[in-house]
């Protein structure tokens, strides 16, 4: 089993829709953090956070740390949104090392 | 602008024969990362580096090698050893600190035929 799972896998949605995307983790983690993988393969982180919620533009994160879940939310969806989304936790210890979810396609129509 | 330079984007091999991949960054990151991606799975780490000429296997790290003579340079190796070497690799970066967002490349596909 997948110490990240994501949810759900593909994601269609018209454009001006509210998005959400949902990570679940099954370890202790000290960080975790959500990226995006546009066509090409270049990926850019979007948040890192460790608890509460975060805002960036049209995009919201939140993380429950107690039920070890997080969700990505994208207000008015625009088809530039369209990428795939992947989450990632941070275990901590000396070595940094990052488990990722296996992504979530989200495509975005007009 | 600092960031993360990989290349090439794209690289054909003959199969048995070693193929290097190019990691660069002016971030001055103590931190560099190979990952490797498949189709329907998540990232897998390759090798990583905690500073300059030290590295440790990540883990899927059988059939590659790296080397870390540069803290801005992190080249990762992928030999005849590796039994399947196409796939998307990535290289990424951060600051040793803990709780630090990582920087990607833009990655290189691998295709060996």
């Known amino acids: 089993k997948n110490e990240v799972e994501q949810s759900p896998q593909n994601l269609t949605a018209q454009e001006g829709e509210f998005i959400t995307i949902n990570c679940s983790y099954s370890?202790?983690?000290?960080?975790l953090h959500w990226l995006q993988q546009h066509p090409g393969g270049g990926i850019v982180s979007l948040f890192m956070?460790?608890?509460g919620k975060k805002k960036h533009g049209r995009l919201i994160a939140t993380i429950n740390i107690q039920e070890k879940h997080s969700s990505l939310h994208i207000t008015a969806s625009h088809p530039r949104d369209s990428a795939v989304y992947i989450c990632?936790?941070?275990?901590?210890?000396?070595?940094?090392?990052?488990?990722f979810g296996k992504g979530t396609l989200l495509t975005v129509n007009p | 602008d600092g960031g993360i330079t990989q290349s090439p984007k794209y690289l054909f091999r003959k199969e048995g024969q070693n193929v290097t991949l190019s990691c660069e960054q002016n971030?001055?990151?103590?931190?560099m990362y190979w990952y490797r991606q498949d189709p329907g799975q998540g990232l897998r780490l390759i090798y990583y580096?905690?500073?300059?000429?030290?590295?440790q296997k990540g883990d899927i790290a059988e059939g590659y090698s790296v080397s870390r003579e540069k803290k801005e340079s992190f080249p990762l190796t992928v030999t005849s050893a590796q039994k399947n070497p196409t796939a998307f690799y990535l290289c990424?970066?951060?600051?040793?600190?803990?709780?630090?967002?990582?920087?990607f490349g833009q990655g290189t596909r691998l295709t060996v035929v």
């Open positions: 580096s905690q500073i300059v000429n030290d590295f």
């Open positions: 956070l460790s608890s």
């Open positions: 370890v202790g983690i000290s960080a």
């Open positions: 990424a970066s951060r600051n040793s600190f803990p709780n630090t967002e990582a920087f």
């Open positions: 971030l001055n990151h103590d931190a």
């Open positions: 990632a936790v941070n275990s901590g210890g000396s070595n940094y090392k990052l488990t």
